[in-house]
């Protein structure tokens, strides 16, 4: 925050911060965005009304010594509450990762932090294979920190959008990843 405060980086620079190191953000391609924005969309007419999604926007990661920009975090109102803070793990319901160049570093770098910081529900758009994994139940810390478990759901399958164990609503994989 400092350095986007002093000018040595600039507002919107795609840079994340992971485990306290300044990492360049992976560039966006067409599936990408496009599984992003239906996503999103998706999201928005689904989540109960004191939910709402937030896209590419910082989340501070206290453990990890961490603030990723995930494609979508899912956290709950009113917006005014993040006027001054970003959300912190306390305040998500879940994590979206959309994947295609970024891949690896979803399923391995970022599942670890996420689930070191005890976020409940992580998922993984996985554009190349065409499916949605999601993660749940973490455990662990540092570098054994991970989620333990995985479910994959391709196309024709459904995601159930599950906020505080309760489900409110379904995504089609085949809206998201074609």
Do not use: C, F
């Not at 600039?10 to 992971?18: A, K, Q, S």
């Not at 689930?115 to 993660?135: F, H, L, R, S, T």
């Amino acid at each position: 925050h400092k350095m986007i405060r002093t000018g040595v980086l600039l507002d919107g620079e795609p840079y994340e911060l992971l485990e306290g190191n300044l990492v360049r953000k992976m560039a966006r391609g067409s599936p990408h965005d496009s599984a992003l924005d239906t996503l999103t969309e998706t999201l928005r007419g689904l989540l109960p009304a004191t939910w709402y999604p937030r896209a590419q926007m910082a989340v501070t990661l206290a453990h990890t010594d961490s603030e990723p920009e995930p494609d979508i975090v899912i956290v709950p109102g009113p917006r005014a509450r993040y006027r001054q803070s970003h959300p912190v793990p306390a305040d998500v319901g879940i994590v979206v990762e959309v994947s295609d160049s970024s891949l690896a570093i979803d399923r391995h770098d970022k599942n670890r932090i996420y689930a070191g910081e005890g976020i409940p529900v992580y998922w993984v758009v996985n554009i190349p294979e065409k499916q949605i994994e999601v993660y749940t139940q973490p455990a662990g810390a540092g570098d054994d920190a991970a989620y333990t478990r995985r479910d994959d759901y391709p196309v024709g399958a459904s995601v159930p959008v599950a906020l505080g164990g309760s489900v409110v609503g379904q995504v089609a994989v085949s809206e998201v990843v074609r």
